[in-house]
T-cell receptor, first 113, second 112 residues
Framework: SAVISQKPSRDICQRGTSLTIQCQVD?????MFWYRQQPGQSLTLIAT?????????ESGFVIDKFPISRPNLTFSTLTVSNMSPEDSSIYLC??????????FGPGTRLTVL | DAKTTQPNSMESNEEEPVHLPCNHS???????IHWYRQLPSQGPEYVIH???SNVNNRMASLAIAEDRKSSTLILHRATLRDAAVYYC?????????????FGQGTRLTINP
């Protein structure tokens, strides 16, 4: 199994500012992912965080808005840039292990005013 | 990715069994059926997965139809803690490290 922590757990931000969310795993993992969950909705994948190379973004998400870093096999950050109220969501990181299970962090609840 | 269809919501009583259905009529021979659940204010957690045979673990059982076009997650004795959104997801064999594609899931309410 993998234990994942995220910081901050929640934040309230002003529009036009940026927030960086951290994801820390207790073991080395190959794949890390960032998801967004808008209010009352299911999870949508933002990007796959690749160690040592640029993240792979899903359709509708761009690097300028959601820059991602993955400096090593246990840590990743997601920045939500130039925020607007539409960015108010829960942001979750997850990790894939070599077998079938994915593990999720507790999420970061972001409110943009 | 092959699509799954689940009821939007279901309701059950505490200490009774719960059967959560999932239709996946376009499933391919190499797709595994995975279930995750998301408790309130938490990230999703893995529940169970299977390919063809029925599967049991400490959390639940998974019953898979013979033609694999549908499956049912069974909670044998629901507790209030089982109230969550349950997601049925298809994944290719060996893609445990790959991304998950979530549908809308079934919101399960447990009545005391």
């Amino acid at each position: 199994s993998a234990v994942i922590s995220q910081k901050p757990s929640r934040d309230i931000c002003q529009r036009g500012t940026s927030l960086t969310i951290q994801c820390q795993v207790d073991s080395q993992v190959t794949m890390m992912f960032w998801y967004r969950q808008q209010p009352g909705q299911s999870l949508t994948l933002i990007a796959t965080a690749n160690q040592g190379s640029e993240a792979t973004y899903e359709s509708g998400f761009v690097i300028d808005k959601f820059p991602i870093s993955r400096p090593n096999l246990t840590f990743s950050t997601l920045t939500v840039s130039n925020m607007s109220p539409e960015d108010s969501s829960i942001y979750l990181c997850s990790v894939g292990t070599g077998v079938d299970t994915q593990y999720f962090g507790p999420g970061t609840r972001l409110t943009v005013l | 990715d092959a699509k799954t269809t689940q009821p939007n919501s279901m309701e059950s009583n505490e200490e009774e069994p719960v059967h959560l259905p999932c239709n996946h009529s376009t499933i391919s021979g190499t797709d595994y059926i995975h279930w995750y659940r998301q408790l309130p204010s938490q990230g999703p957690e893995y529940v169970i997965h299977g390919l063809t045979s029925n599967v049991n673990n400490r959390m639940a059982s998974l019953a898979i139809a013979e033609d694999r076009k549908s499956s049912t997650l069974i909670l044998h004795r629901a507790t209030l803690r089982d109230a969550a959104v349950y997601y049925c997801i298809l994944r290719l064999r060996g893609q445990g490290a790959q991304k998950l594609v979530f549908g809308q899931g079934t919101r399960l309410t447990i009545n005391p």
